[in-house]
């Protein structure tokens, strides 16, 4: 095995975040979930420690600024000096207004609803991701179709338009990553104050 660098570890970690997601999907054990939580845990441990070796963060530098970030774009949840709020927002449309509101005060500088959704998501994900950010900055959501009536209905629906996507030698994913991107092109250029 070659040397160990942030780039060598990430397909790992993808991996690994992947295993934890199935495990909570299928239902597994509690025990499953521990285990699998610690191996996204040591993918951390690992870059941390290579961060540390160039002499960049040490994994305590990391847990500190969680910490720090969790208290500061959480005002909803904790007082300035980490403590616990009285009382919470009622609603989850609340908690999203003092988040937004929090981001876009420590990084006034993002104009775009988009920004910072990563790049490498999936096509689906970045595109939920998207939806989400565009419904809340008030951007114009694209058209929708009729909506299955549960979540077993639309898997199949999707399944079905990949299919036919194969069977017309298409490529779903890249043509989905697409769609997102002129969606947010599209969006991007007739909003100026949209929150990130």
């Known amino acids: 095995m070659g040397a160990l660098t942030h780039a060598s570890l990430l397909e790992y970690l993808l991996e690994e975040a992947y295993e934890v997601a199935e495990t909570i999907e299928d239902g597994h054990p509690d025990a499953e979930l521990q285990g699998e939580l610690g191996d996204v845990l040591l993918q951390v441990v690992l870059h941390a420690r290579l961060a540390q070796e160039r002499g960049a963060f040490t994994f305590d530098d990391v847990a500190r600024g969680l910490g720090a970030k ?16 009285d009382s919470f927002p009622a609603t989850v449309e609340e908690i ?19 920004e910072g959704i990563p790049q490498a998501l999936p096509a689906l994900a970045r ?21 299955p009536e549960s979540e ?3 898997g199949s629906l999707l399944l079905a338009v990949v299919r036919s996507a194969r069977d017309s030698g ?3 994913e890249r043509a989905l990553r697409s769609a997102v991107r002129r969606y947010q092109r599209n969006q991007s250029g007739q909003s100026d104050h949209a929150p990130s």
Not at 70 to 85: A, E, I, K, S, Y
Not at 98 to 109: G, I, L, Q
């Open 96 to 114: 999203e207004q003092k988040w937004d509101a929090v981001k876009r005060a420590e990084k006034p500088e993002r104009r775009d609803a988009f």
């Open 127 to 147: 595109a939920q991701k998207s939806l989400d950010r565009a419904a809340r900055a008030g951007l114009e959501l694209p058209a929708g179709v009729p909506i």
């Open 170 to 172: 298409m490529d779903a």
């Open 70 to 85: 969790m208290v500061r774009r959480n005002p909803h949840v904790f007082r300035p000096d980490g403590t616990l709020q």
């Open 152 to 154: 077993d209905e639309l």
